[in-house]
């Protein structure tokens, strides 16, 4: 059973930054797509980001693009998500995800981790 461990979520003020790390228990056919969904408070689960943890491609939502950045550390298990010139709006639950391919529908991934609260004050 693969278990994923996120970290870095905070509070912070509107134009901080964050980094979210989340490290995979097991690297296999199941985790080559590892990335990260957030959920507010009455709304659906939305894709923030995406990568294939071999370095085969990464996806950012339009949403985020150009703030949020991910990346991938095969030897250590792990993607992270870097988070600049935050908004009230990022304010949600980000949970790592980690699937056997990279898709933008939430219900595809098999694994999840338990989530990290990101709350950013205007």
């Known amino acids: 059973q693969v278990q994923l461990e996120e970290s870095g979520g905070e509070s912070v003020q509107a134009g901080g930054s964050l980094k979210l790390t989340c490290v995979a228990s097991l690297v296999t056919r199941d985790t080559r797509c590892m990335g990260w969904f957030r959920q507010a408070p009455g709304r659906e689960r939305e894709e923030v980001a995406t990568t294939y943890i071999d370095g085969g491609g990464t996806y950012t939502a339009a949403s985020v693009k150009g703030r949020f950045t991910i990346s991938q550390d095969y030897a250590k298990r792990a993607v992270y998500l870097q988070m600049n010139s935050l908004k009230p709006e990022d304010t949600a639950t980000y949970y790592c995800?980690?699937?056997?391919?990279?898709?933008?529908?939430?219900?595809?991934?098999?694994?999840w981790g338990h989530g990290t609260q990101v709350t950013v004050s205007s």
């Open positions: 995800a980690a699937g056997d391919v990279c898709y933008s529908d939430h219900e595809r991934y098999r694994y």
